[in-house]
C-alpha cells in the first residue's frame, strides 16, 4: 500500500479535461513540494510537475499541478490519445526519510 | 545532452549479491544528488535510495535497509548499487535517476536512465 493515495484509473475523451488527486499527510504532502511524473507504455518516467505547479522545459501548458494542504492535483486540458500513460505523485515524507510516491494513475483517453 | 546508462542487472539466485552501475554523462555530475527507483513487473514505482552529491547524506527504503548500499565515484561520473542478501521481491527494473537538486531528499528528478532488469529466481 502506497504512502500517497491515487486513484487507480481516470478516463476521459479527447479534447476533454481531467483531474488527477494525490493525497498524503502532513510528513510528506504537507511538509514538502510535489513532483508529477508520466510514464507511457514501456518508457521511463518522465518529469512533468515539480514543486508543485512548475512545468520544466518542454512541458505543454497543458499539464498543471496544485497543492492544498496534505492533498496534490495534477490537470491535463485537451487530452490527446498520446496522453494514455501511468501518471505517479510524489514527495519527500519526513517521518520515513524517504522519496514517496502514489500507487498510480492509468489515464485512458477513451 | 544528459545521459544515464545502467548496467549490471541479470538473473541471480536468492542470497546472492549484484553490482549496479550508472554512467552519467552530459552535466555536471558532482552538482546532484542521486537515485535508485525500482518498478517490479506491473506494478508502480517504489524509490530504492538516494545519495547527496558529496555523499554526506545517504538515505534508504525500509525494504532494502541493510541489504543493499549506495555510493558514488564523482571522478569517474558513476552511481553505484551494491545489492546483499537479495530476494525475489527485489525483482524489478532498476532505475538510476538524477535529482534537480543536490540533497538526498531532493526528490524532483528530471532525468532518468532506460533502467537495468534484475531478476531474482532460483
Known amino acids: 500500500q502506497s504512502v500517497l493515495t491515487q486513484p487507480p484509473s481516470v478516463s476521459a475523451a479527447p479534447g476533454q479535461k481531467v483531474t488527477i488527486s494525490c493525497s498524503g499527510s502532513?510528513?510528506?504532502?504537507?511538509?514538502?513540494?510535489v513532483s508529477w511524473y508520466q510514464q507511457l507504455p514501456g518508457t521511463a518516467p518522465k518529469l512533468l510537475i515539480y514543486?508543485?505547479?512548475k512545468r520544466p522545459s518542454g512541458i505543454p501548458d497543458r499539464f498543471s499541478g496544485s497543492k492544498s494542504g496534505t492533498s496534490a492535483t495534477l490537470g491535463i486540458t485537451g487530452l490527446q490519445t498520446g496522453d494514455e500513460a501511468d501518471y505517479y505523485c510524489?514527495?519527500?515524507?519526513?517521518?520515513?526519510?524517504?522519496?514517496?510516491f502514489g500507487g498510480g494513475t492509468k489515464l485512458t483517453v477513451l | 545532452e544528459v545521459q544515464l546508462v545502467e548496467s549490471g542487472g541479470g538473473l541471480v539466485q536468492p542470497g546472492r549479491s549484484l553490482r549496479l552501475s550508472c554512467a552519467a554523462s552530459?552535466?555536471?555530475?558532482?552538482?546532484?544528488?542521486m537515485h535508485w527507483v525500482r518498478q517490479a513487473p506491473g506494478k508502480g514505482l517504489e524509490w530504492v535510495s538516494g545519495i547527496s552529491w558529496n555523499s554526506g547524506s545517504i538515505g534508504y527504503a525500509d525494504s532494502v535497509k541493510g541489504r543493499f548500499t549506495i555510493s558514488r565515484d564523482n571522478a569517474k561520473n558513476s552511481l553505484y548499487l551494491q545489492m546483499n542478501s537479495l530476494r525475489a521481491e527485489d525483482t524489478a527494473l532498476y532505475y538510476c535517476a538524477k535529482a534537480n537538486g543536490y540533497s538526498s531528499s531532493s526528490t524532483s528528478v528530471g532525468y532518468w536512465g532506460q533502467g537495468t532488469l534484475v531478476t531474482v529466481s532460483s
Open positions: 510524489g514527495t519527500w515524507d519526513s517521518s520515513l526519510s524517504a522519496w514517496v
Open positions: 502532513s510528513s510528506n504532502i504537507g511538509n514538502d513540494y
Open positions: 552530459g552535466f555536471t555530475f558532482d552538482d546532484y544528488a
Open positions: 514543486d508543485n505547479n
